[in-house]
């Protein structure tokens, strides 16, 4: 069941990263690598609507029909609305489908509601001017008709009263009578997160403030900040505004569906049965591995590089179980990283550490704008390429990355160092590649050895378990 | 600790002096005169806000000739006093508090202690909110709280708006109300007590 290798998407030009001409060589071009689909892994994985033979028209098909079950009746032709949508959508698979959930939104609003005030907020992380790029590279300022717009963090506050006090939101994101909450389900930074409200999550980072943002990695701690989100959705000054949500729906093998909902928590119970679930079996499956040498490919930050659906950060973190709430601290977080002391020893007992199976990072392809240098600090890794290292010591959250790297000048002498020192062949290029896996043989193997037993466990013992930790009852998903 | 190896440089051609690199810089380095905006090269930590929400793309980010580092020195306080700070804001002295420029909480109090008096005062002296510009401003905020000092907000300014609430904040009905939905509020709570808690040394 291992197959010639699945080319990743091409580079992405953008100012967070070097230019797609300089990324000479990719991963899945190296010999010996292959690829395991994500089917082969685990067979019961949902069924997947995109990439398929149908293309996008099969996203514009899912959104109208999952919008047929919400209310909009509330939105009247003289209103005016904000569609808010997140970066990340843009790094699923291209980008493609988000962009044309978000179209889509536009055009059902505008049909049933009458109404032509229709504007797009899309949040960013920590590169401001991300979702400008995305938002000209799809097209979707013109679909807006001139009001899409990128918003960070750094903007105009507005201040929101909630349950635990106050806590601050972008105001242009709430600067319309609704709002319409357009996210995805992929679980993405699920060591921060840790599976729990992950459909309100965006209340409390893209469409908020730096206070907030702040509160959320800094005041309330690695299992309770999940709160902060929590508190602002449930605001009596959101709730006013909140119209209704429509997710893309992610699996580790590309695009479920869609889903759109009235009551955001309906959503999430979903969200949670299915992230846990499909999500889950893959990174346990990482958890499985033994040594490896990771090959960062895409064109994300360091963390957020992908493979099969989930992230380099998931990886790092996947000697321990990042799903399991009863463990306090992930091996990495922003928590965990203050924990640590100046000689890199960690402040208190108890600090799980970085994945030991990481023998060595390849930095191949990666962006800056996100700070990174924890990475580094804990696990060897090799920069291919000067302009890569230079673009990392020009970005303020990256000073010191490239302090504790080496630098190689091609991906096939990172390479052949890297099997040298780790005395490994095993290699996992974190690529992008869609529903797919690039990895060296030995590994493909490994992995398809382990995965029915993987599978098994996370049926039977570890879903059961994380469901309950969230409240979730899993009857109700048994039928799906 | 911080170092700066870029500066922001405008082109005043294309600025139209809407004065949001002003609203934005952490530091206070860049400033709206006559229509233009202006870069007090002295000040700059080259953290690149100015240039990324510059309507205009007016800005720019050039290497310095010549690097420098921003540092406060814990060399001349009094230790126990930056400790005594730390705790009072429910920090570990050690504990990193800007995961871009790895500034650790002593730092900060440090700062604190010997005079300054606003987040952007403690990001002149320590380099602190000049990485990702996000995510610090809450455990400054909390540290000048504990040192009795309510900070004033930069005129107009989007640098920062309030303290907000931490998980020793939180009230004992909205943790009930949530037990079953997955917030460790009390255990987080027990986590971050024993990190503030723990010995200057670490805890092994
Ligand atoms: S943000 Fe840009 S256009 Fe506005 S004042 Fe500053 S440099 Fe000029
Ligand atoms: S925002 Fe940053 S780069 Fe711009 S002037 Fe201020 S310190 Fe310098």
């Given at each position: 069941m291992l197959r010639a290798p699945v080319m990743p998407l091409p580079p992405r030009r953008s100012?967070?990263?070097?230019?797609?001409?300089?990324?000479?060589?990719?991963?899945?071009?190296?010999?010996d690598m292959v690829s395991v689909l994500v089917r082969d892994l685990f067979p019961d994985a949902a069924p997947v609507?995109?990439?398929?033979?149908?293309?996008?028209e099969v996203i514009r098909t899912a959104t109208r029909k999952q919008m047929?079950?919400?209310?909009?009746?509330?939105?009247?032709?003289g209103d005016s609305v904000n569609v808010l949508g997140s970066?990340?959508?843009?790094?699923?698979?291209?980008g493609a489908p988000y962009a044309e959930m978000l179209k889509t939104i536009r055009d059902v609003v505008r049909e049933r509601?009458?109404?032509?005030d229709i504007r797009l907020r899309v949040g960013v992380g920590l590169r401001f001017r991300e979702s400008e790029e995305y938002i000209k590279s799809f097209g979707l300022d013109e679909y807006y008709e001139g009001k899409a717009a990128g918003v960070a963090p750094v903007d105009e506050g507005v201040a929101i009263e909630t349950e635990i006090g106050t806590l601050y939101g972008i105001k242009k994101i709430y600067d319309a009578r609704w709002i319409i909450h357009a996210h995805n389900?992929?679980?993405?930074e699920v060591h921060f997160?840790?599976?729990?409200d992950r459909a309100v999550k965006p209340f409390g980072?893209?469409?908020?403030r730096i206070e907030t943002r702040s509160t959320y990695h800094q005041n309330l701690g690695p299992r309770a900040a999940n709160f902060v989100a929590r508190a602002i959705f449930d605001s009596p000054f959101v709730q006013e505004k909140f119209a209704c949500a429509i997710f893309l729906m992610m699996s580790p093998s590309g695009v479920v569906g869609v889903d759109a909902d009235n009551d955001l928590y309906a959503l999430n119970d979903r969200v949670t049965y299915w992230g846990c679930r499909d999500y889950g079996k893959m990174m346990t499956l990482l958890g499985e591995i033994d040594e490896a040498i990771t090959i960062l490919d895409f064109p994300s930050p360091v963390p957020y590089v992908f493979a099969a659906g989930v992230i380099f950060a998931n990886f790092a973190g996947a000697?321990?179980?990042?799903?399991?709430?009863?463990?306090?601290?992930?091996?990495?977080t922003w928590y965990t990283e203050a924990f640590y002391g100046e000689d890199g020893?960690?402040?208190?007992?108890?600090v799980p550490p970085v994945n030991?199976?990481?023998k060595v990072v390849i930095h191949n392809y990666a962006w800056g704008g996100?700070?990174?240098?924890f990475f580094t600090e804990h696990i060897p890794t090799v920069v291919v390429g000067r302009e890569q290292a230079e673009l990392l010591n020009r970005d303020p959250q990256n000073?010191?990355?490239?302090?504790?790297a080496l630098l190689a000048e091609d991906l096939d002498t990172a390479v052949c160092f890297a099997k040298r020192v780790a005395g490994t062949d095993k290699i996992l290029a974190?690529?992008?590649?869609?529903?797919?896996l690039n990895i060296s043989r030995s590994l493909g193997e490994y992995l398809l050895q382990k995965a029915p037993l993987v599978s098994r466990r996370v049926d039977e013992e570890l879903l059961p378990k994380w469901l309950k930790q969230r409240g979730i009852d899993p009857s109700r998903f048994k039928i799906c | 600790m911080r170092a700066v190896t870029l500066c922001a440089v405008v082109d005043v051609d294309k600025c139209?002096?809407?004065?949001r690199c002003e609203r934005v810089c952490p530091v206070l380095a860049i400033k709206v005169k006559s229509k233009k905006a202006v870069v007090d090269v002295e000040n700059c930590?080259?953290?690149?806000n100015c240039e990324q929400r510059c309507p205009e793309m007016a800005i720019t980010m050039v290497h310095l000739e010549q690097s420098r580092i921003v540092q406060e020195s814990l060399?001349?306080?009094d230790m126990a006093a930056v400790i005594d700070l730390c705790r009072r804001a429910?920090?570990?002295?050690?504990?990193?508090?800007c995961y871009c420029t790895a500034t650790r909480a002593e730092e900060v109090a440090a700062a604190i202690l010997k005079g300054a008096k606003s987040p952007e005062e403690i990001s002149r002296r320590t380099?602190?909110?000049?990485?990702?510009?996000?995510?610090?401003?809450q455990p400054v905020l909390r540290l000048l709280h504990a040192a009795g000092i309510t900070p004033e907000r930069?005129?107009?300014?989007?640098?920062w708006y309030g303290l907000t609430p931490t998980?020793?904040?939180?009230p004992e009905e909205v943790k009930k109300k949530y037990a079953?939905?997955?917030?460790?509020f009390d255990e987080d709570r027990k986590l971050l007590d024993s990190l503030v808690g723990a010995s200057e040394k670490g805890g092994r």
């Open positions: 100012q967070y990263g070097v230019a797609p001409e300089l990324v000479r060589k990719r991963a899945a071009e190296l010999p609507i995109y990439p398929g033979e149908g293309g996008l047929e079950k919400v209310d909009l009746s509330m939105i009247k032709p970066h990340h959508g843009f790094t699923l698979l291209g509601t009458g109404c032509t389900s992929d679980v993405r997160h840790r599976q729990v980072m893209s469409y908020a000697n321990r179980d990042i799903f399991d709430l009863d463990d306090p601290l992930p091996p990495y020893r960690p402040l208190i007992e108890g030991p199976a990481i996100y700070p990174s240098a000073i010191s990355y490239t302090k504790h974190f690529d992008g590649a869609s529903g797919a | 139209k002096g809407c004065t930590l080259g953290c690149a060399a001349e306080v429910h920090l570990h002295p050690k504990q990193i508090i380099g602190v909110r000049t990485g990702c510009k996000v995510e610090c401003i930069p005129a107009r300014g989007y640098q998980v020793w904040d939180i079953q939905r997955g917030f460790y």
